[in-house]
């Protein structure tokens, strides 16, 4: 069970990383999500692990998991939801702003024949 | 009378002249004259007590862990330097008063002038050396301002930077010396570091601090090679100059050797560094001295070479050249300030500085003639006036002193010193007074008012009264100040005018005879000069500074070219790099822990959680897709939290998890929802390389931390949870009690962050973006159904519900799974869904709460709680609570942390709700639509007259 979790909080960061390197500011909101999760559970499993022990106190229950880790990860996963929610939004005003999602606001250059094409007007963008 | 209130009186009186310009200008000059003579008469009331011999320590404890504590003392030689600053003050406070113009912003002047004074008297007052810092950089501040005072000048401001740059970077290195030697010492206040001379110079690092700290004091004095900074600050008002960059500021450095000279003089190397650099800056600042045209240039270089008259003295190590550099350091405060207020009153008089086009002045202004002959004869070094007195004994000293096995060295240097000061000393008398009248100055020299004239006057007075007289006028103060400097037993001196024939009085001859024939012949020996290489000190300075802000920007945008892929780029392969050279060089053995047993359900989950994380990477650029599978990494993490015993996690993750898909899809919606692909292969593929090592990282010490025992706080928790907090739910007991103070701090944060976001849409929504979003045109076809039937039914039923729900996990969170912040979300979720289903408008004009005031009522609610804990003599968020009755209902428990938990509560659902609703409200801007009245779209009978 262990390496599972080992192996998960490590794949979720390797793909967290990857998708924060990317150029567009949406797969760097995603990535940071990732690690988020990646982040959040390591701290969590710094308790280590233990099924049916939670820090709920009852009579004649001795064993109880570790409550600080889970306590500072509640806060965290609130405070991420913020971070996620701002930075967001400061892609979407940057996009709006400078009609390009290049997580450098640089303006459009690349034309690719993947993108499909997108209505323009207001998004002032035209593809050829 | 308390020493702290002299060295405050100008801190607080700075503001008087500020706001006593609205009176008037005497009204304003007076104010500041006032000031600085209260804190004069303070200081005097100690002048009984320092002639007995006596000091006198009062602190307070500021900072008493790092060392810094308020602590002031007054000895023989911090009053010496009081009173300079004080009564030189007194005088240019006059004087200003005359020489500001009517269109200078005298407020402003004075304040600083204030300022400066105030941070003077602290230096000088100081009995800790990192508080002495402190004053010390707040010269530097002060300096920079009232160098730059006349703000229209460039030679002004470039001269204030100049200056700044300099004796900022000397303060730095002061810093480091002062640290150095306070922790030799052991202390960091001085009465107790001057105890400790043996100890001090033993050390091995006496003399890296040695060097720091002379690096402080040579660049705020002006010593070669430093001295460049002095003669440019001469852009600033002549009142600056000659208080700053005669009397006062240029010394400080020349006090600090003085005060530390018990424990850092007399040693091999302290003889070297000091004696020389003063001999050095001596005779190289008269030469140039001798060929300057500007009147303040030639004094300002007349300055430098004093200042490495008394570093020279000080350098030398023995009690002899100690008194003799207290003397001189009197003696040159008098004849300099007197001369510096005099170059000021001919510039304000005949209008202008030039020596090549005055001469004659003197009998078209006898008063400031007088005045200067004196000064200038003092400086020069001629019988009857007090200059001549200390560089007597100056020679005296010079002459046995042995350089390097070198009798002739240094007695050959000082006359050679002496010599330029004669030559320059009688040019300002001969070039400047004597000689014809001329019919072509700018303006018409005559006498200017008492207030002009009557300080420099007064100083003159000194002068003489100090060489006629030496023994009676100046005789008490300069035993107790080199008392003080010394902090041991006074050598055998006498201040007389007579010697009998000494190899100084014959040194002095020679420097007069020979002073005065370089005068003769000055005309040939300028040509000379003009003919030596000159190296412009202010050019090399700015390539210097040019250079450096080269290298530090290379350096930055090398590092940083403002990508964000570079940026996170460095970052990532830094922590990768690091985490691999500690892992590859320490040994390693498996954990010891016994593990769990996997079962099929969780292999199943893993594997779900590996492909939906791999998914995302790859298809990223599959916007909604990619959020979707996003979605299920979240909630596989909710259910390992469930798994793992963290019931209050999971709830958390997943209402975030709700929340989250929402502010990404509202964001979606205006964000392109696919993209090219940008990155080459090569770039991919460097990414997959570098993920895939920081993945290792992390799940290898993820492993490594999970198979061993370590040891944790818990049981403090688990213990005190019940009969500490009241609560069963520890993780909640945790929050809302244990560690209040952290909970508090992030709801505050989370509100920030809501803030934030309503500000960075709700600007959007101006200007050209706000234009652009009104004329949008959406890139995907809409649902017809704008409001769907089941969806506003379902939402609508479940409103109550979802807020029942809300309010039962709120209420029981303290004792089982719940509590403020799952609950506040819980209701965020429910109320967003009101907004998704009847659309923005129609929600909004029904949701009367403003979630501002929400947010920051919440946070109210939470730091009233943790205050009214002050009541009762308490710490900040101390809890109570207690078992109460009432009739029908029973026995129940209330906890003060319920309170604090509600302003989680409120705040979670403001700060939750005022971003959705920001987002929702840009997405309402794009469709152009009415506000619908009805909940939802009736459109399946569009006929008139049959809706319902």
């Known amino acids: ?128 | 009378m308390s020493l702290d209130l002299i060295v405050l009186l100008p801190f607080l009186g700075a503001v008087l002249p500020a706001l006593m310009i609205r009176v008037g200008r005497n009204a304003c000059a007076t104010s500041a004259f006032t000031v600085t003579l209260l804190a004069f008469a303070l200081l005097m009331t100690h002048a009984p007590m320092v002639f007995r011999g006596e000091t006198l320590r009062v602190g307070v404890d500021w900072l008493p862990r790092l060392g810094l504590n308020l602590n002031f003392f007054i000895d023989g030689l911090g009053f010496f330097f009081a009173a300079l600053i004080l009564g030189i003050g007194l005088l240019i406070i006059i004087y200003a008063r005359f020489y500001l113009a009517k269109e200078d912003p005298m407020g402003t002047f004075y304040a600083y002038l204030l300022l400066f004074q105030g941070a003077m008297v602290g230096i000088v007052l100081s009995d800790n050396i990192l508080l002495l810092l402190i004053f010390w950089e707040l010269t530097s501040l002060s300096s920079f301002l009232l160098i730059g005072y006349w703000k229209h000048l460039p030679e002004g401001r470039q001269g204030a930077r100049m200056a700044l740059t300099v004796t900022g970077a000397g303060g730095l290195s002061m810093i480091a010396g002062m640290l150095l030697l306070g922790d030799i010492a052991g202390s960091y206040d001085i009465s107790e570091i001057l105890k400790h001379k043996e100890q001090i110079q033993a050390s091995p690092l006496y003399l890296p601090a040695l060097i720091l700290i002379l690096g402080g004091c040579f660049t705020k004095s002006a010593q070669f090679p430093f001295h460049f900074w002095l003669p440019h600050a001469m852009a600033a008002p002549t009142p600056v100059s000659a208080y700053l960059h005669s009397a006062t500021m240029v010394k400080a450095g020349l006090f600090l050797m003085a005060r530390l000279w018990p424990v850092l003089a007399g040693t091999e190397e302290w003889f070297y560094i000091v004696a020389s650099t003063g001999l050095a800056t001596m005779v190289i600042a008269a030469w140039i001295a001798l060929f300057k045209d500007d009147l303040k240039g030639l004094l300002a270089f007349s300055t430098v070479s004093h200042l490495g008259l008394v570093t020279f003295l000080l350098g030398l190590g023995t009690p002899m050249a100690a008194v003799a550099a207290v003397f001189h350091i009197l003696n040159h405060a008098t004849f300099k300030a007197a001369l510096f207020m005099n170059a000021g009153i001919i510039d304000h008089e005949a209008g202008t500085r030039d020596i090549k086009r005055l001469g004659g002045l003197l009998l078209l202004m006898p008063i400031g003639g007088t005045i200067a002959l004196l000064a200038a004869a003092s400086m020069a070094g001629i019988p009857l006036l007090n200059g001549f007195l200390s560089k007597e004994m100056m020679l005296e000293e010079a002459a046995h002193t042995v350089w390097a096995g070198q009798t002739w060295l240094i007695p050959a240097l000082a006359t050679l010193g002496a010599t330029f000061s004669v030559a320059y000393s009688f040019r300002y008398i001969v070039h400047v007074y004597l000689g014809k009248a001329r019919h072509d100055y700018p303006r018409h020299p005559h006498d200017p008012p008492f207030g002009m004239w009557g300080p420099s006057a007064l100083l003159v007075v000194g002068v003489v009264a100090i060489g006629l007289f030496p023994a009676a006028v100046a005789g008490p103060l300069v035993a107790v100040v080199a008392g003080a400097v010394i902090g041991g037993p006074l050598p055998d001196y006498h201040l007389a005018i007579w010697h009998g024939l000494t190899p100084a009085l014959g040194m002095s001859l020679i420097a007069v005879a020979v002073g005065l024939t370089l005068l003769w012949r000055y005309v040939s020996l300028r040509g000379f000069w003009q003919a030596a290489p000159h190296p412009d000190a202010k050019a090399m300075f700015q390539r210097t500074l040019a250079t450096t802000v080269r290298l530090a920007k290379g350096f930055t945008h090398g590092l940083h070219n403002g990508s964000l892929q570079r940026h996170l780029l460095f970052l990532i392969v830094a922590a990768v790099v690091t985490g691999s050279i500690a892992f590859f060089s320490a040994s390693h053995e498996a954990g010891t822990r016994p593990l769990l047993a996997a079962t099929p359900v969780a292999v199943i989950a893993w594997l779900l959680l590996v492909v939906a994380s791999i998914g995302v990477a790859m298809l990223h650029r599959r916007r909604l897709m990619a959020l979707i599978i996003v979605g299920v990494a979240g909630i596989i993490v909710s259910l390992g939290f469930l798994y793992f015993s963290a019931p209050d996690l999971a709830l958390t993750q997943i209402s975030v998890e709700v929340v989250t898909v929402i502010l990404m899809l509202l964001a979606l919606n205006l964000l392109p929802k696919k993209m090219p692909r940008e990155s080459s292969a090569l770039r991919r593929w460097r990414d997959v390389g570098i993920a895939t090592l920081g993945g290792l990282g992390i799940g290898g010490a993820t492993w490594a931390m999970i198979t061993r025992d370590g040891s944790t706080l818990s049981g403090y928790y688990l213990e005190n949870s019940v009969p500490g907090g009241g609560g069963t739910n520890v993780v909640n007991v945790i929050l809302v009690d244990f560690r209040g103070f952290d909970t508090f701090g992030e709801i505050i944060v989370l509100g920030i962050a809501a803030t934030i976001i309503f500000a960075l849409l709700d600007g959007a929504l101006q200007g050209e973006v706000g234009r652009k979003l009104a004329a949008w045109v959406p890139d995907q076809k809409r649902a017809k159904d704008r409001h769907p039937l089941m969806l506003v039914v379902a939402t609508r039923v479940m409103l109550p519900l979802a807020l029942m729900v809300g309010a039962y996990i709120f209420l029981r969170g303290h004792n089982l799974p719940g509590g403020g912040f799952i609950a506040g979300l819980v209701v965020s979720v429910a109320l967003i869904m009101q907004y998704m289903a009847s659309g923005f408008g129609w929600a909004a004009q029904r949701m009367r709460v403003d979630y501002h005031a929400l947010i920051g009522f919440g946070v109210l609610t939470a730091g009233v709680t943790g205050i009214v804990a002050w009541l009762a003599d308490r710490p900040f968020l101390t809890s109570t609570f207690g078992h109460f009755h009432l009739p029908l209902i029973g026995e129940f428990e209330l906890a003060s942390a319920m309170a604090f938990d509600t302003g989680v509560f409120l705040t979670v659902i403001g700060a939750t709700m005022l971003a959705l609703a920001s987002l929702s409200r840009i997405g309402r801007w794009t469709d152009n639509q009415t506000v619908p009245e009805r909940p939802m779209d009736h459109h399946i009978s569009r006929r008139p007259g049959k809706e319902h």
């Open chain 1, 1 to 128: 069970m262990e390496f599972l979790v080992a192996s998960a909080i490590g794949v979720m960061a390797a793909a967290g990383i990857y998708l924060v390197l990317r150029a567009r500011t949406y797969p760097v909101v995603l990535g940071l999500a990732l690690l988020t999760y990646a982040t959040n559970a390591f701290i969590f499993v710094s308790g280590r692990l233990a099924i049916n022990a939670p820090p709920i106190i009852r009579d004649g229950v001795t064993v109880y998991t570790d409550p600080l880790p889970q306590a500072l990860v509640l806060t965290a996963i609130v405070i991420s939801f913020g971070m996620t929610a701002v930075i967001v939004v400061l892609s979407l005003r940057s996009y709006l702003e400078s009609d390009s999602d290049q997580v450098d606001g640089k303006p459009e250059e690349i034309h690719n024949e993947n993108i499909e094409s997108i209505p323009d007007g207001s998004q002032g963008k035209t593809t050829p």
